[in-house]
């Protein structure tokens, strides 16, 4: 285990993200990730033969309408329909270590240290390319392809805990076809909605396009109407749930009337479901900086999972229920990477500011993290090493009534007595309104149990050195590969 610091060096930063369509023919964008040599520990993972979605051509008369779109959330399908999409997803495995992917127009560094494999590792993730079309186009998707299977999975990994968590985050991932369906549902509802509000256009957020999405991961859907009035959020969803009980490919409408009003709901027939919320844009710009991080490193992906995966069976990430939201957790997550004294991750946001400014165009979020340089982290932890490391930091090292979690610092800075930390259990920062995303956690019962179950699995899993000690990791396996 390495000992922490406050403040890592900069170094040069990764990403792989997305290109905005052609300025003559503006119809999508698409995300799309490469990699470079790289020092990471990590098994050999199986080759995803290329998937792509191609439009169709059509008779329609009606030129597709356009907005950048973005994902994040959940899951499911629907088995008729699309819009014009992009897809690829493929990963080369060469007989080296697989390393973290860059942004796809970004060049390798010039130097490159020692510690670097020998032939370059290439990891290529090609991201969606979302259109917009209007409401008379006659578009049907592909079907997608189904991953190949590799004998030679965990080659590289040499302890069994890190074997394990790869074996989960294998199983448990995202598939194409999991984002197929909620895009599918995404493009009709737009098209729906634009019925009654016709600029509007809907994004998918979070997990499902940051790459943090799991098989089980609900979608969340940002509707942007832009205008010179800031339309009411709890009017516009009122409209909405009037609308979706006349859809018949929904169900279970339900308006909640949170900070952050949001129209839930499920796709009819299957257990896709959606959080729908209005002009809540910071989701979008989130989205993108999760991203970049999540293709910084090959571990980080990973570790979320597993993390997500503990927090949940351990019951402390429900925030409806007092306890750490997943956004709270990745934060948690990426805090701790960043503050090793060998870093795995640098500051995205303070090295490159310019790249996430909170005030850019919402068009030009896609755009922002394009020409970010790969980084390259000399840690060589295993991922059962920091995902020891994770536990031991929150059981024993960080001051939860002294320190404020900033993954935009790279850092934990001390509480102050604004009302935003103080008398707050847990303190997390949001990297771009800079509020605390976890305030809901506060009630002390609930925040010793978070403690406790963080101490009492560093325990276990230092004992032990084995994901059964903290999870029931088969049996989340079992019931994620039974998932259609």
């Not at 403040?7 to 003559?24: D, I, V, W």
């Not at 290439?122 to 190949?148: C, I, K, W």
């Not at 209005?278 to 991203?291: D, K, S």
């Not at 429900?318 to 500051?347: C, I, N, R």
Request: charged share 25%.
């Amino acid at each position: 285990m390495f000992p922490r610091r406050t403040t890592p060096p900069r170094g040069r930063s990764a990403y792989s993200n997305g290109l905005h369509p052609p300025p003559t023919a503006p119809q999508s964008y698409d995300y799309n990730h490469q990699s470079l040599p790289g020092v990471n520990s990590f098994p050999r993972l199986e080759r995803l033969p290329s998937y792509e979605w191609n439009p169709p051509p059509s008779t329609s008369t009606v030129q597709p309408r356009h907005m950048p779109a973005m994902i994040n959330g959940r899951k499911r399908q629907n088995d008729q329909f699309s819009a014009h999409h992009v897809k690829r997803q493929r990963v080369d495995t060469p007989s080296h270590h697989l390393s973290s992917p860059p942004l796809i127009h970004s060049r390798p560094p010039h130097h490159r240290t020692d510690r670097a494999v020998a032939e370059p590792s290439r990891l290529s993730l090609t991201g969606f390319d979302h259109s917009y079309p209007g409401p008379n186009l006659d578009v049907r998707p592909q079907v997608p392809a189904v991953l190949e299977s590799s004998s030679s999975l965990h080659a590289s990994i040499t302890d069994k805990l890190s074997c394990q968590m790869v074996e989960l985050f294998e199983a448990c991932q995202q598939q194409p076809s999991d984002l197929q369906r909620k895009e599918v549902c995404r493009t009709r509802l737009q098209q729906d909605i634009q019925q009654i509000f016709p600029s509007a256009r809907l994004y998918l957020t979070g997990s499902s396009m940051n790459g943090l999405g799991s098989r089980c991961s609900d979608a969340d859907i940002c509707l942007v109407i832009k205008g010179n009035k800031k339309p009411d959020a709890l009017r516009v969803l009122g409209r909405l749930l009037k609308l979706f009980k006349t859809l018949s490919y929904v169900e279970r409408n339900q308006l909640i009337r949170a900070k952050v009003p949001i129209l839930r709901f499920r796709e009819k027939g299957s257990d896709l479901e959606f959080d729908l919320n209005v002009n809540n844009t910071v989701g979008i710009r989130n989205t993108f900086l999760l991203r970049s991080y999540a293709y910084a490193d090959l571990r980080v992906r990973p570790m979320i999972l597993v993390i997500k995966k503990w927090a949940r069976y351990n019951n402390i990430n429900d925030a409806s229920k007092g306890t750490l939201s997943s956004y709270t957790l990745v934060l948690m997550v990426l805090h701790y990477l960043q503050t090793l004294s060998e870093p795995v991750l640098p500051s995205l946001q303070r090295d490159y500011p310019e790249s996430f400014n909170p005030l850019m165009d919402l068009d030009m979020v896609p755009e922002g993290p394009k020409h970010i340089p790969p980084y390259i982290s000399r840690n060589k932890s295993s991922l059962g090493e920091l995902l020891l490391g994770f536990l031991k930091y929150y059981a024993t090292e960080f001051s939860w009534d002294k320190q404020v979690i900033s993954v935009r610092e790279a850092r934990a800075f001390p509480k102050n007595n604004s009302k935003e930390w103080n008398n707050k259990f847990i303190c997390v920062e949001e990297p771009f309104e800079r509020n605390n995303v976890a305030r809901a956690v506060h009630e002390k019962l609930k925040f010793d149990a978070i403690k406790a179950k963080f101490a009492e699995s560093c325990r276990l899993l230092h004992e032990r050195k084995e994901l059964n000690s903290i999870l029931p990791f088969r049996a989340i396996i079992i019931k994620e590969s039974s998932r259609g």
